[in-house]
């Protein structure tokens, strides 16, 4: 597609559920990345995928989040058992050299 | 320990003048630093990059400095217009060899007609 794209653009949930973010980027990018934003925060990296090297998980906060991405094409952020600290809008970029493109984010709220 | 550190306070400033954002960082060695626009709702947009070896770049009526001596990123719009209302993040990448961007928290600019 034209753009990153990603799926749900929003999500409300109870506390203690397990959520899916998916995001499409753009075809050929091989890099992709996921971030979290926080209301009036900056943005907190959580794992970079690129090719078929292993993965960076450096910034993922705890077990309870994991990602993954097959090949060069979709990748899907999963946070299990949900907390209301989790709430925030998770954004997705993807990337061939230099500048990232990113998607619109998934706002997820936990109530 | 490392921080990036963006004026949290917007910015106000009239049409027609020079906007300059600042970004000072600590404890990295950036191998490249580029500056992003993001609105409200909407997810962030790149606009310029700059290396660790150049002073200045300029794209249209954009234009970004990079001293690694101060360990500072001044982002400079000139004849500001209120379409350049956003908030603006400066990331950077450290030259170990990790690709992942670390961001600012960013400057929120206001552009009074």
């Known amino acids: 597609g034209a753009g990153v794209s990603q799926s749900p653009s929003n999500k409300v949930t109870e506390k203690g559920k397990d959520v899916e973010l998916r995001c499409d980027p753009i075809?050929?990018?091989?890099?992709l990345y996921w971030y979290r934003q926080r209301l009036g925060q900056g943005l907190e990296f959580l794992i970079y995928?690129?090719?078929?090297?292993?993965?960076?998980k450096s910034g993922l906060p705890s077990d309870r989040f994991s990602a993954e991405r097959t090949g060069e094409s979709v990748s899907t952020l999963t946070i299990q058992r949900t907390q209301q600290e989790d709430s925030a809008v998770y954004l997705c970029a993807s990337s061939t050299t230099y500048g990232y493109t990113f998607g619109s984010g998934t706002r997820l709220t936990v109530v | 320990s490392q921080k990036i550190e963006q004026n949290s306070e917007a910015l106000n400033i009239q049409e027609g003048k020079t906007a300059t954002l600042t970004c000072n960082y600590t404890n990295y060695s950036p191998a490249y630093l580029q500056w992003y626009r993001q609105d409200p709702g909407r997810g962030p947009v790149f606009l310029l990059l700059i290396r660790e070896n150049e002073k200045e770049k300029r794209k249209e009526r954009l234009k970004v400095t990079f001293d690694t001596t101060l360990k500072q990123s001044l982002f400079h719009i000139t004849a500001s217009q209120p379409a350049d209302s956003a908030t603006y993040l400066c990331a950077l990448v450290e030259d170990t060899g990790r690709r992942a961007l670390t961001f600012g928290s960013g400057t929120r600019l206001q552009v009074q007609p």
């Open positions: 075809s050929g990018h091989t890099a």
């Open positions: 995928f690129q090719g078929n090297s292993a993965p960076d």
